[in-house]
């Protein structure tokens, strides 16, 4: 097993791999849990290095499976944190608060700075992930103090490595540069492919705030051959990224549109759900800039999803939690190990302090709480602009389709194959079924149909005087929701119309009452699904709209 682990230091992933496979499919059945566990996190950490995120996924699986009777181990938590890093990957952050908190806990408390070193990286990862680019900085720099005074060889490149990124995204780039350099040196001397890799793609970004355009090609140029030879997917995508925003800056769109195809077709035979919002974003500033409004609200709308599928409020609530509790975890056992080289006659002034301390602490934070709460209220209720902006340019779109637009042509269906005994042909509307899908909307929109609390898509049907076999697939062609979703959206969009309404008129006693005007059966489902669409209570929809206009008011 040393030499194993000594294979896999090395980089020998391959090596180690075949040793691993071979040695499971050998000897799985008469190995204990704690042996399975071991090996299936081996081989899940050598998948992730080697950019397999999804067989890495796979095996790390597997170790948990087979933790339940190695509780509270070394092996146990490691496991644990092999899955977290691919959950990193997969944008799958809400469950990583699970894993973290009782692996740091353990670490803690055996005082094993290698498990304490991972704990450090992930909550790192974690952080940025949330745009909590200083608080990143303070677990990336605890990681890489712990690997220098344990001489954790193999990690001080990486961690250098996270350090000198997060001086690049804070604008620090005295400090950046010499950081990245380091990482790079140790890469090479430690013969690590993907963290060199990965400098360089850093090392470009750096050179890119420099404006040094010459530099920053080379160093692209440099991780994609090395990402292309290790056909890592993610460093691969990392460097087509790069060369879209640069194309970007020149306005080039062709050529970033190019490449976003190309980032496409490798995240095509992987699953990096945060690589795919970053290219779907400059995909949607591409074809802005050549004119491509449709294609561009479809990527925006791509980008949005995906964003905010995987950056939600209460994860940020739940990373509140975790560094309030870490933070103080660490403030408690500073103290403990104060109180015990102080004599009796101390001990009084600083459980005084400690009291004070806390009593601050938790005052500044609940001030803190409330200022993100506000400032996340109002960045939901912009968004939600934006999105009326969207749906009134749809609104354009449909108002000003021509339905001698969409061809229609005649199939002549065989007699043993006919679909009734009334009819020997049948019309085929084009592929997307865009007329259909259209004059859904336009029914929709005009009748206000949204507003009866008993819709459903037999009324559609019949008002269109089609089956819901063809309305399915046409909603299925055109649209990125269901019916349900779409019906919805539409009573969300009137709500806010009377809650708006209410608001400037200072005529709203009841907020709630509002759902039956909106086209919802019950306030429940009002209120619940207002809430998944916005982001927003109506309440705190409320608050931001008369602070909204208050603002308009004061700059006139």
Known sequence: DSMMEETIRKHRYTEAEKKISHLIAAQLSSMSPVQRTYYYTLASDIKFKKGDYQAALEMSKKAISETASIEDSIIYYRAFLAHIAVLQTQGKFDALHDYLDPAYQFASKVNNAALLRLCYVQLGALALHNNRYNESMEWYKKALDLSKRNTFTEYIHYDELSVGFLHCTLNQLDSAQPALQRAIQLAIADNDSTVLATSYNVLAYYSLLLDDRKTWKENVQKSLAIGRKLKHKALITAGYSQLMETALKESKFTEAIQLGNQAFATLSETNIPMFEIQVDSLMYEAHKGLGNTDLALSYF????????????????????????????????????????????????????????????????????????????????????????????????????????????????????????????????????????????????????????????????????????????????????????????????????RLIEKGAREKSLQNIEAIHTEAGFNSPSSYYRIFRNMTGLTPKEYMQEYVKDIAGNHQQK
């Open 301 to 496: 709308e791509k980008y949005y999803k995906g964003k905010y599928a995987i950056l939600t409020r209460e994860q940020a609530e739940k990373l509140d939690v975790l560094k309030a509790s870490y933070d103080m975890k660490e403030k408690n056992m500073v103290i403990a190990k104060q109180q015990l080289e102080l004599n009796y006659s101390k001990k009084q002034s600083w459980f005084l302090l400690l009291f004070n301390l806390l009593l601050g602490f938790l005052l500044t934070g609940g001030w803190l709480y409330r200022k993100m709460k506000q400032s996340y209220q109002g960045k939901l209720y912009k968004k939600e602009k934006w999105t009326e902006y969207l749906l009134d340019q749809k609104e354009k779109l449909v108002s000003s389709y021509n339905p001698a637009d969409i061809q229609k042509t005649h199939v002549a269906i065989p007699e043993n194959e006919q679909l009734s005994s009334a009819s020997e042909e049948v019309e085929i509307i084009s592929e997307d079924k865009k007329e259909l899908y259209l004059n859904m909307i336009k029914a929709i929109e005009n009748q206000k149909l949204y507003l009866n609390p008993n819709l459903d898509v037999n009324l559609i049907v019949t008002t269109l005087g089609t089956n819901k076999f063809y309305l399915y697939q046409a909603i299925s062609k055109n649209a990125s929701e269901n019916f349900r979703n779409i019906i919805n959206r539409y009573r969300v969009e009137e709500a806010k």
